[in-house]
T-cell receptor
Framework: DVKVTQSSRYLVKRTGEKVFLECVQD?????MFWYRQDPGLGLRLIYF???????EKGDIPEGYSVSREKKERFSLILESASTNQTSMYLC??????????FGSGTRLTVV | AQKVTQAQTEISVVEKEDVTLDCVYE???????LFWYKQPPSGELVFLIR??????QNEISGRYSWNFQKSTSSFNFTITASQVVDSAVYFC???????????FGTGTSLTVIP
C-alpha cells in the first residue's frame, strides 16, 4: 500500500515563525498536493506539484510556498506564520486518476 | 468550472438505521471521475470508491452502496444498518480527465448514536 507520511501530527508555532511541514510518499507518485481543512470550508488546495521542481498554485496559495527537490518529498512552507493559518494540513499523492492517498494530517496551531 | 456540493453538513442517526449522503457535482468534461472518502476522528482520509463518468452501474460493497446518476449529476452514498464505527466526515470529490486535480465537497459529518 502507498504510504504518505507527514512528519508531525501536532505542531504549535509562534506568530512570525517560519514553519516547515514535510510530506513523504513511498510509491513513486508523480503528483503531490497540499490542502488545508477548516470546519465548514472542506478541503482547500494550497499548492500541488506534478514533478520534481515543478509547482502550481492552488486556490489559496497566499502566505505559503512549497519545495519539491526530490520526487518523494513535498514540503509546505509558511514564510511567516499567522494565527489565521491555524488549521489541519493534509498532504496527498496520486498516480493519474486512481485517486489520492492522504497522509494523516498535521494540526498546526499558531499562537 | 468544477464544483461538488454536499448540502448536508451534519447528520445524526441511531445505530442500525440506513443513511444516505448526498453529492451533486458540476462539470463540463465528458470524462471525469467521482470519489468518496471517509475521514474518521483520527484525521486521515480513507479512499472508499472511484467511479468514472462512463460507468453508471450502482455499486455495493458490504453495507455501503453508491448510486451514480448522470441525469441528475449526483453520486449518492448509502450506509445500510449504520454502526458507531461509521461516525466520520465523508467527502465527495470530482476529478477531471487528467486526474491531476480533485475538487472536494465541504463534507458531511455523520454521527451514529448507539
Amino acid at each position: 500500500d502507498v504510504k504518505v507520511t507527514q512528519s508531525s501530527r501536532y505542531l504549535v508555532k509562534r506568530t512570525g515563525e517560519k514553519v516547515f511541514l514535510e510530506c513523504v510518499q513511498d510509491m513513486d507518485h508523480e503528483n503531490m498536493f497540499w490542502y488545508r481543512q477548516d470546519p465548514g470550508l472542506g478541503l482547500r488546495l494550497i499548492y500541488f506539484s506534478y514533478d520534481v521542481k515543478m509547482k502550481e498554485k492552488g486556490d489559496i496559495p497566499e502566505g505559503y510556498s512549497v519545495s519539491r527537490e526530490k520526487k518523494e518529498r513535498f514540503s509546505l512552507i509558511l514564510e511567516s506564520a499567522s494565527t489565521n493559518q491555524t488549521s489541519m494540513y493534509l498532504c496527498a499523492s496520486s498516480m493519474t486518476v486512481w485517486g489520492y492517498t492522504f497522509g494523516s494530517g498535521t494540526r498546526l496551531t499558531v499562537v | 468550472a468544477q464544483k461538488v456540493t454536499q448540502a448536508q453538513t451534519e447528520i445524526s442517526v441511531v445505530e442500525k438505521e440506513d443513511v444516505t449522503l448526498d453529492c451533486v457535482y458540476e462539470t463540463r468534461d465528458t470524462t471525469y471521475y467521482l470519489f468518496w472518502y471517509k475521514q474518521p476522528p483520527s484525521g486521515e482520509l480513507v479512499f472508499l470508491i472511484r467511479r468514472n463518468s462512463f460507468d453508471e452501474q450502482n455499486e455495493i460493497s458490504g453495507r455501503y452502496s453508491w448510486n451514480f446518476q448522470k441525469s441528475t449529476s449526483s453520486f449518492n452514498f448509502t450506509i445500510t444498518a449504520s454502526q458507531v464505527v461509521d461516525s466520520a466526515v465523508y467527502f465527495c470529490a470530482l476529478s477531471e480527465d487528467t486526474g491531476n486535480q480533485f475538487y472536494f465537497g465541504t463534507g458531511t459529518s455523520l454521527t451514529v448514536i448507539p
